[in-house]
């Protein structure tokens, strides 16, 4: 199976670059937003408790997350492969699903790391934010979950570099060619 992690901060684009790498690779994607989102929406307990968290800005207990992916995960019959679009965000994370997919006999075959400058995700995070709705992107807390992102998620580009897993995708310019970059790394480990 063709597992992929794709890291950024907020506004780099890994929802845009997963709907892309679903299309052509077909394998499934996990977007932990869209599972917390879709939780919150329909105002189950685990939905609840994580609109606290992410009201404050702050990152879900890796507890939580880890039993939510193992179920969606576990659900994909003869899947291709996955992306994990949101998670990991700690080293904690990473481990623990590695634990995960290794109970499974898998294991993370690429973590591709969008980069983007912070000035370009405050306007992409702030235009979305005025063309979708989202709560969550506006000034104020955008720049709380950079803050998180590159306190406690940053850590992780070393942690895949040590596990020979890590992919440096420039993610400003031209979305054809950042896509383009996206598939020359996940070819290479196909």
Sequence with gaps: MLNIVIFGAPGSGKGTQSEK???KYGINHISTGDVLRAEMKNGTELGKTAKGYIDQGQLIPDE???DILASVFDSFKDSKGVIFDGFPRT?????????MLA???QEVSVMLDLDVPEEELMK???K???ESGRADDNEETIKKRLVVYHSQTAPLIDW???EGKYQHIQGLGVLEEIFADVCKA???VK
């Design 21 to 23: 790498i679903v299309e």
């Design 64 to 66: 939580l997350m880890i």
């Design 91 to 99: 080293i904690a994370q990473a481990e623990a699903l590695k634990k």
């Design 103 to 105: 109970e499974r006999g």
């Design 124 to 126: 992409r995070l702030i």
């Design 128 to 130: 979305r934010g005025q």
């Design 160 to 162: 895949y570099k040590q």
């Design 186 to 188: 996940i070819d290479a």
